[in-house]
């Protein structure tokens, strides 16, 4: 049974920094694509972040670039994504999700397989 438990998430005030960890079991997903998804209060859920299967290629949401980096250990199966300087906007339940292919998506439909998500809340 494939599992995603993500750990992490709390209360910060704004400026501060909080790393999320995104544990997979049940099989490896060193070949395929990961992602960070958010979904704030009244919002809809929407992409964060990727990772290729190694790793290597990275995609960010225009609003988190410069300030987010997502990185994973095959090793471990985890995925990390690293938030400094935060903001209230921000403020969010963040979900990780393993795609169907390499790459993975900004789409969600393309990730069959999710977390039960890790609530992130940064004050002002």
């Known amino acids: 049974q494939v599992q995603l438990v993500e750990s992490g998430g709390q209360l910060v005030q704004a400026g501060a920094s909080l790393k999320l960890s995104c544990v997979a079991s049940?099989?490896?997903?060193?070949?395929?694509?990961m992602g960070w998804f958010r979904q704030g209060p009244g919002k809809d859920r929407e992409f964060v972040a990727r990772?290729?299967?190694?790793?290597?290629?990275?995609d960010y949401l225009d609003s988190v670039k410069g300030r987010f980096t997502i990185s994973r250990d095959n090793v471990k199966n985890t995925l990390f994504l690293q938030m400094n300087s935060l903001k209230p906007d921000d403020t969010a339940v963040y979900y990780c999700?393993?795609?169907?292919?390499?790459?993975?998506?900004?789409?969600?439909?393309?990730?069959?397989?999710w977390g039960q998500g890790t609530q992130v809340t940064v004050s002002s």
């Open positions: 049940g099989r490896t997903f060193s070949h395929n694509g």
């Open positions: 990772a290729s299967g190694s790793g290597v290629v990275t």
């Open positions: 999700a393993a795609s169907k292919d390499y790459y993975g998506s900004r789409q969600a439909s393309e990730y069959p397989y």
